[in-house]
């Protein structure tokens, strides 16, 4: 068993502590109980969200400020604010700058999940995240031929070879041999 499991970050002071500190056992993990005993015996008031939130953020005159708080599996802050959880970087942009409208998303200039320093941010439809990924270079896909070798198929069958010859020496399906010959592949050669 992981120890990993047994931590839990205490919404006042916002520091990760074992179960125990809480005063909780396995069991309950996933409780109601989200202060630890310190904050719990400590009779101050809980730090706003914003507060909370800039806490997790060391800002500097240059560069990214990222956060330091909890993360998510692709790398994005998280933060939970009255039982909402959402990306840091979009509360970031609320508290800077205003509400979010509907429909848009909070997009990056600089690319780096952790940043959440607004003037780095801004405001954006799925349509344009796509496109901003794109333009970037960080869509995931591939090419599975380089351009020269989009070009050699291309030959080749000209040459006569069959198709489905060329897909398994290349590792490709017939139907992107296919694409390639008609020119409605990204990997379009032209000889």
């Not at 068993?1 to 005063?23: A, N, P, Q, V, W």
Request: charged share 30%; proline share 4%.
């Amino acid at each position: 068993m992981s120890y990993r499991r047994y931590l839990k970050e205490c919404s006042r002071c916002l520091t990760i502590k074992h179960l125990d500190d809480f005063g909780i056992s396995r069991r309950e993990a996933n409780g109601r109980r989200s202060e630890c005993k310190v904050c719990r015996s400590n009779k101050t008031p809980p730090l706003s969200a914003e507060t909370r939130f800039w806490n997790n953020v060391p800002q500097r005159e240059d560069g990214c400020w990222l956060w330091n708080g909890r993360k998510d599996g692709k790398g994005y802050g998280r933060l939970t604010v009255q039982g909402k959880q959402s990306g840091a970087h979009r509360f970031a942009w609320e508290f800077a700058v205003g509400p979010i409208p509907d429909g848009l998303c909070v997009l990056h200039r600089c690319d780096i999940p952790l940043c959440v320093r607004p003037d780095h941010l801004f405001l954006g439809t799925k349509a344009d995240n796509s496109r901003d990924m794109a333009a970037k270079g960080r869509t995931g896909i591939r090419p599975k031929l380089s351009d020269s070798e989009a070009r050699e198929v291309r030959e080749r069958r000209d040459y006569g070879e069959r198709g489905v010859d060329l897909a398994r020496e290349f590792g490709i399906s017939q139907q992107q041999v296919c694409n390639i010959l008609k020119g409605r592949s990204r990997q379009r050669a032209f000889v």
